[in-house]
């Protein structure tokens, strides 16, 4: 067997490697093993390629991997979880950024040996180049949208759109001249500037609010550009892994998409979130809130059968999910059965709710989903909102007219009774106004979050 | 359209269908997890610039795969890396 033949297997069983690895992340129990799975697919394909006859030196790869690794190393270790977003944000953009460069490498090459670039050499070469190029730069807006360093409001108006849609027209003549008609190095460098410049634009026009939904989709064009990168070198391996994460990113978008009941072009292009506060109308005084304290809440919650409570990404602004966690475990000791029900949109990127729940220790069979809730919504004794607000507004289920129409939410207000715990009235980031905290089966615990579920768990402690 | 052309693209789609099969199957609580997983597959890319760095046809080109290669190395590493830290993080109620 040749050495080309033994590294073409070698990809093949890095490819399923992957495959496997992806499947076993469908439950808590296998996936820590499918993630080392794919982690070893990395390490073969890593190790085939070392045998490639075309690897004449080894030194700059040694010294590559070792400062990649111990960066990686570094990054992955010390993160916050809060700020898994703005990680993945930085590792997609260094994703799309290598693939981007082995595009450059090999037009490089073309160009500087004056040999003719065949028209799909050229394709695929175009296509990563751009593919990685507006991953990168978009990735990293993307980032400092995430960690505050870029404005979170939408930076959108006419001329920056027509600006943009030059600027791709630009790009697609670029490439199609320099596959067509004449290798020209200017030319290309010309397109990977704008290109550059288009994904900040891309990004740059959307809120805050919806980088989950572009990091999902950033996630989505990295895997791509992978693919991309496979079409220029004839990779198999690079195409397959692409693929997946292609596909991976664009069931990500859309899963976060259809939670909000929006569209992906409105989520990109619709400047959403720039609004300010619309609601609060001229009524506000007809409605009455029910406040309620500590004791009292503790009683209610001690004394049901089934607690559901509806963390936000509040709860993780107040550092309170370790004191969810322990109201839980007082309550689960007194024999109340509780769940955490997460919708698909808390937190900043899609499930990232769920880890910061898992990171105070919540077991994973106490995390549900909105559908597994709802129907049975009726039976439910408690709920208790922390830290959430669009997510639980009936309006979205009840008023055709309200801006969140039709986006599917967890109907606290059909529960048996519903305990809100906010600092104020105030409206989320719709901008629009709750009638669940005027409801008769409503009580408002108004308050910090960490500090009412700790006074909540000192009452439970003395019942 | 030569035929290595045409096969990447028969394997780019049929890959697609299978990421679409698996992938819908993750429960959303793995979202996270999935997303930084997936991510750090996406850094097979670090087969393309090791055989730019390796190859070395030119300094430029030896320097434009070192930079691949460290972000792609960065991003396969700490994304198995970061995965496998979130994924001890959730336990059943058993332990």
Not at chain 1, 159 to 172: K, N, S, T
């Given at each position: 067997?040749?050495?080309?033949?033994?590294?073409?297997?070698?990809?093949?069983?890095?490819?399923?490697?992957?495959?496997?690895?992806?499947?076993?992340?469908?439950h808590p129990e296998?996936a820590?093993?499918?993630?080392?799975?794919?982690?070893?697919?990395?390490?073969?394909?890593?190790?085939?390629?070392?045998?490639?006859?075309?690897?004449?030196?080894?030194?700059?790869?040694?010294?590559?991997?070792?400062?990649?690794?111990?960066?990686?190393?570094?990054?992955?270790?010390?993160?916050?979880m809060t700020?898994?977003?703005?990680?993945?944000?930085?590792?997609?953009?260094?994703?799309?950024?290598?693939?981007?460069?082995?595009?450059?490498?090999?037009?490089?090459?073309?160009?500087?040996?004056?040999?003719?670039?065949?028209?799909?050499?050229?394709?695929?070469?175009?296509?990563?180049?751009?593919?990685?190029?507006?991953?990168?730069?978009?990735?990293?807006?993307?980032?400092?949208?995430?960690?505050?360093?870029?404005?979170?409001?939408?930076?959108?108006?006419?001329?920056?759109?027509?600006?943009?849609?030059?600027?791709?027209?630009?790009?697609?003549?670029?490439?199609?001249?320099?596959?067509?008609?004449?290798?020209?190095?200017?030319?290309?460098?010309?397109?990977?500037?704008?290109?550059?410049?288009?994904?900040?634009?891309?990004?740059?026009?959307?809120?805050?609010?919806?980088?989950?939904?572009?990091?999902?989709?950033?996630?989505?064009?990295?895997?791509?550009?992978?693919?991309?990168?496979?079409?220029?070198?004839?990779?198999?391996?690079?195409?397959?892994?692409?693929?997946?994460?292609?596909?991976?990113?664009?069931?990500?978008?859309?899963?976060?998409?259809?939670?909000?009941?929006?569209?992906?072009?409105?989520?990109?292009?619709?400047?959403?979130?720039?609004?300010?506060?619309?609601?609060?109308?001229?009524?506000?005084?007809?409605?009455?809130?029910?406040?309620i304290e500590a004791e009292d809440t503790a009683m209610i919650l001690a004394y049901a059968n089934q607690v559901v409570f509806v963390p936000g990404y509040g709860l993780a602004v107040a550092q309170a999910q370790h004191k969810i966690r322990e109201l839980a475990d007082l309550l689960t000791a007194r024999g109340v059965s509780v769940r955490y029900c997460v919708h698909p949109v808390a937190g900043?990127?899609?499930g990232h709710m769920n880890v910061l729940l898992a990171e105070a220790n919540v077991p994973y069979d106490q995390l549900c989903e909105p559908d597994d809730v709802n129907p049975d919504m009726e039976n439910i004794d408690v709920t208790v909102v922390v830290g959430a607000n669009?997510v639980v507004?009936?309006?979205?289920?009840?008023?055709?007219?309200?801006?969140?129409?039709?986006?599917p939410i967890i109907e606290c207000d059909r529960a048996k009774s519903c305990i809100v715990i906010k600092?104020?009235?105030?409206?989320?980031?719709?901008?629009?106004?709750?009638?669940l905290f005027?409801k008769?089966n409503n009580r408002m615990f108004f308050g910090d979050a960490a500090d009412a579920l700790g006074r909540i768990a000192e009452e439970v402690k003395e019942l | 359209?030569?035929?290595?052309?045409?096969?990447?693209?028969?394997?780019?789609?049929?890959?697609?269908?299978?990421?679409?099969?698996?992938?819908?199957?993750?429960p959303p609580k793995l979202h996270t997890p999935?997303?930084?997983?997936?991510?750090?597959?996406?850094?097979?890319?670090?087969?393309?610039?090791?055989?730019?760095?390796?190859?070395?046809?030119?300094?430029?080109?030896?320097?434009?795969?070192?930079?691949?290669?460290?972000?792609?190395?960065?991003?396969?590493?700490?994304?198995?890396?970061?995965?496998?830290?979130m994924l001890q993080m959730f336990k059943s109620k058993d332990g």
């Amino acid at each position: 067997m040749s050495i080309s033949t033994v590294i073409a297997i070698t990809y093949l069983v890095s490819a399923a490697l992957f495959i496997l690895g992806l499947k076993r992340l469908s439950h808590p129990e296998t996936a820590p093993g499918g993630n080392r799975m794919a982690a070893v697919g990395m390490l073969l394909a890593v190790a085939a390629t070392l045998l490639d006859e075309k690897i004449l030196s080894f030194t700059w790869i040694v010294i590559g991997v070792l400062v990649g690794g111990l960066i990686g190393t570094v990054m992955a270790r010390t993160v916050k979880m809060t700020a898994m977003p703005e990680m993945v944000a930085v590792f997609n953009g260094f994703g799309g950024a290598a693939s981007g460069l082995v595009a450059v490498a090999e037009f490089l090459r073309i160009s500087g040996s004056g040999e003719t670039m065949a028209a799909d050499a050229g394709v695929s070469i175009m296509a990563g180049t751009i593919i990685g190029t507006v991953t990168f730069s978009g990735s990293l807006i993307a980032f400092g949208k995430l960690q505050g360093s870029v404005t979170g409001n939408p930076v959108q108006n006419a001329g920056l759109r027509l600006l943009a849609i030059a600027l791709g027209l630009g790009v697609l003549g670029a490439a199609g001249y320099l596959i067509m008609a004449e290798i020209d190095p200017r030319v290309y460098w010309g397109l990977v500037g704008a290109a550059l410049i288009l994904g900040v634009l891309f990004v740059i026009a959307i809120g805050g609010g919806d980088m989950p939904v572009v990091v999902a989709l950033l996630n989505s064009y990295s895997g791509l550009a992978a693919s991309a990168a496979g079409f220029v070198l004839g990779n198999n391996a690079l195409i397959i892994s692409g693929a997946l994460v292609g596909a991976s990113g664009l069931i990500l978008t859309s899963i976060m998409c259809r939670a909000m009941n929006r569209s992906l072009s409105n989520v990109l292009f619709s400047a959403f979130g720039s609004a300010t506060a619309a609601g609060s109308s001229a009524d506000d005084g007809d409605k009455v809130a029910t406040p309620i304290e500590a004791e009292d809440t503790a009683m209610i919650l001690a004394y049901a059968n089934q607690v559901v409570f509806v963390p936000g990404y509040g709860l993780a602004v107040a550092q309170a999910q370790h004191k969810i966690r322990e109201l839980a475990d007082l309550l689960t000791a007194r024999g109340v059965s509780v769940r955490y029900c997460v919708h698909p949109v808390a937190g900043r990127m899609p499930g990232h709710m769920n880890v910061l729940l898992a990171e105070a220790n919540v077991p994973y069979d106490q995390l549900c989903e909105p559908d597994d809730v709802n129907p049975d919504m009726e039976n439910i004794d408690v709920t208790v909102v922390v830290g959430a607000n669009d997510v639980v507004n009936p309006l979205a289920r009840d008023d055709a007219s309200s801006p969140i129409a039709g986006m599917p939410i967890i109907e606290c207000d059909r529960a048996k009774s519903c305990i809100v715990i906010k600092r104020s009235l105030s409206a989320g980031y719709a901008g629009i106004d709750n009638p669940l905290f005027y409801k008769s089966n409503n009580r408002m615990f108004f308050g910090d979050a960490a500090d009412a579920l700790g006074r909540i768990a000192e009452e439970v402690k003395e019942l | 359209m030569t035929g290595t052309l045409l096969v990447g693209l028969y394997v780019f789609v049929l890959a697609m269908f299978v990421g679409f099969e698996i992938i819908t199957k993750v429960p959303p609580k793995l979202h996270t997890p999935l997303m930084s997983g997936s991510n750090a597959i996406s850094g097979i890319s670090i087969v393309g610039a090791l055989l730019v760095v390796g190859a070395g046809e030119s300094p430029a080109m030896r320097w434009i795969g070192l930079v691949a290669l460290i972000m792609a190395t960065v991003n396969a590493v700490g994304g198995f890396m970061v995965t496998d830290r979130m994924l001890q993080m959730f336990k059943s109620k058993d332990g």
